[in-house]
């Protein structure tokens, strides 16, 4: 998290107040200190006031004593609530005690630091990240502590994988942001107890929270991640489709699944290979019999363009034999209590946590990930297990790292296991290929993610799309759910209709359990192949669209797969679709998500949208409103804006491969559009930035910065039936109509 530069500080209504942009820090005296220092250096305060401007916005303090944040015409945007917000939880208690007639009693529930929100009846709340529900969070209660719980996630799920602490309000005065950053277990309670508050309770935290103020959720994001940092530029390739299986047991095995992809036609760039590749679950080792050169393997995929992506758990076996386990107590890294070195068992048995907030500790990981890597021409690494899990209950709160408590540093270990993960691909100044499953509202400057263990349900499916739109709205854009469900046997129609749903997801991977039924597109029928086939080339030929958006997300924070209220905020048809999204604002996909259904209900913004030829049997130019669209199996509902203007490429089989080709797809009427060409992997290297426009007759390219050797030979433009091809040049003109 950056350091923000604070140009005002004031005391209003008894709390700290300090101003950066539109970002307000709201915080009790002391905060600063101790508990907020992971974060932050301490500063002081200057002066006291009635209320400070912070740009269009006034913060100040009602009558009653309680802050709010006005418009300049003196419209409340953000209060502090009005009622009583004390919190009686009432027990839940449904045993035998309570049958026989027990008085069931309230309990008071203790928080040592509670926010208060004023929510009006028209507000929507979005946010707080992995979340089993729909977009709007409104009427439920999470708690933020990672958690790994492989039963069925629903809307009910409190604690999931990942503790993303902000939540962006669509409110009756505009939109704000809330970003409470401290680690310790809290809880957002979205007006579960009271419809009108919404409170952020944490059991040891200190009042120390974010206030970011915008006009659209947009302007909002923007600020919430300039606050948290914005993601890493992401590896093109790690934009193509991945396959993945616990575990694919062997070498063979594995090159079993690249043939299956290459003989059947579809693009594939990555497999993963699951725990049982290691010796006896050691990290950073490999099983001899099973992969006995795991090298070569890499080798012979890398020149078919396909890598190996290999997991890691953070659980150390605990075996004198093991050099990890000995050079990490030889360095006191790992988590003790009592003065001891903390055991609990994993994988690997009886095992250890390393102190990956430790500096010596994080470098060795560093290293040994940078050596293991280099050994077994291994592509990318994804961390798993680190909220941590354990097979023997929760944590206490006693385990340290360092100095901290495990109540402290739990929600950020995912964070600082996979930092210390990703920093072995700067050494080789590449761009990290990290993928984690626990993280912090902070972590996305350093890993990208997935959600989980979800199952082959069609609540699952359904629930994938507002998940992967909310992570992008709180700041982490490239992620993915488990295609085809990760429990539990996945069926055809399942994988088809989700294939259809995740296909722009930025993280693409097929994965499956161990003891279910195997998952692969090829792995069901002809039929199913196909379908899934065609969805993948349509990613794939989208790939540039996708890179320009992952452009866009690492400089401005935004998302690449948005929810409908994010891109139409003053639409309110949009603000609480949770089955449909956008990907950028040229397209939007309504998929089908329930079983035996081929006809739904399709929401068209503002403008003109066009179903996309081949995927959408619905070819009418749509406006405005609903309209009920057949999609049949092999259909789904894809559409783009008429005044689309969206790079393409055709024909990849992975994305290592160098298109020559720009394609470049007009809508039809005037648009236009920024596109990226770099070489999809370096941190330092140039590139180019192009910028395209349609005027309705003449489309252009121009070429603003360029700083990289384009790859293209041939540049053609695509509008209805017509198709123009001409020779690349940095700067084009090309009469369309
Ligand atoms: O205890 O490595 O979420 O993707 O396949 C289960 C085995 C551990 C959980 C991950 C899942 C992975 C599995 N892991």
Redesign the pocket.
Known sequence: MRDVCYKTTAVLCGKNISVDGNIVRVFETGAGDELVKLFFDPERLDYSSDAIKVGAYTVGATPDGRLRVCRADGKTVVEEYDGDATVYAEEKDFSLASLEGHKKENVRCEYRTQINIKLADVDCVYGLGDKAAGVDRRGYEYVQWNT?D?SQHNENYKSLYKSINFVLVSGKGGFYGIFYPDTHKCTFNIGAYKADLMFIGSECGRLDYYIILGETPRDVVREYTRLVGRPALVRLKMLGNQQSR?SYGSQDEVEKIADGYAENGLPLDYIHL??DYMDGYRVYTVDKTRFPDLRMLSEKLEKRGVELVA?I?PGVKSDDGYAVYRDLSNMNGLAVRNGEVYHNAV?PGDSVYPDYFDREVARYVTETTANFMRDYKIGGIWC??NEP?SFNGPLPDDVMCGEYCHDRWHNLYGEYMARATAAAFELEGKRPYVIT?ACFGTSAPFTTVWN??NQSLWAHLKASLPQIATMGVCGFPIDGV?IGG?GGDCTKELLIRWIEANIFSPLLRN?S?MHTRSQEPFAFDGETTEIYGKFLRLRYDLAPYLYDLAHSAHECGEPIIRPMFYSYPDDEACRRISDQIMIGEYLTLAPITDQGCECRAVYFPRGEWIGWKGINADVKTRSKGYAAVPMQLECSGLYYRADAVIPMYSGLRNLSEKPSELIVFLGGKAGRCISYEDDGKSVAGGRNVYSMSFDGKIFRLSTVVRGYDSDYKTLTVVCDDKRISVPFDYERRIKVL
Do not use: E
Request: no cysteine; glycine share 6%.
């Open positions: 790994d492989p616990w699951d725990i997991i758990d994988w798993d297990m899990a499953r989980g263990d488990d990760f994965h359990s």
